[in-house]
């Protein structure tokens, strides 16, 4: 069983930058993409960013593309997303994703069977 843990979340103004990290433990990484997702209040879970195992193939979604940047470090069993120029609208609880061995490239919520428990980020105007 893989267990992630985010890391990085806070508080920050409008315009700034926050680095979030995931950190992976028990069966550590798993050969498959891993993605970083969000949910705000009242909202539903929402795709943010997607790397390949190798970290050679990323994705964004819309609203946080030229802005924010997803990374993964294998040998320390580490993802990352560097995220700057910060908007209100970018407040959200941020979710660390893993796929299983095998499968391949999806931004859907319910495709994802490796979680975190989430951190916080708000963005105060």
């Known amino acids: 069983q893989v267990q992630l843990v985010e890391s990085g979340g806070g508080l920050v103004q409008a315009g700034g930058p926050l680095r979030l990290s995931c950190a992976a433990s028990g069966r550590t990484f798993i050969p498959a993409p891993m993605a970083w997702f969000r949910q705000a209040p009242g909202k539903e879970r929402e795709f943010v960013a997607i790397i390949s195992w190798s970290g050679g193939s990323t994705s964004y979604a819309d609203s946080v593309k030229g802005r924010f940047t997803i990374s993964r470090d294998n040998a320390k069993n580490t993802m990352y997303l560097q995220m700057n120029n910060l908007k209100p609208e970018d407040t959200a609880v941020y979710y660390c994703?893993?796929?299983?061995?095998?499968?391949?490239?999806?931004?859907?919520?319910?495709?994802?069977?490796?979680w975190g428990q989430g951190t916080q980020v708000t963005v105060s105007s």
């Open positions: 994703a893993g796929r299983r061995y095998g499968t391949g490239w999806s931004s859907r919520v319910n495709a994802y069977a490796y």
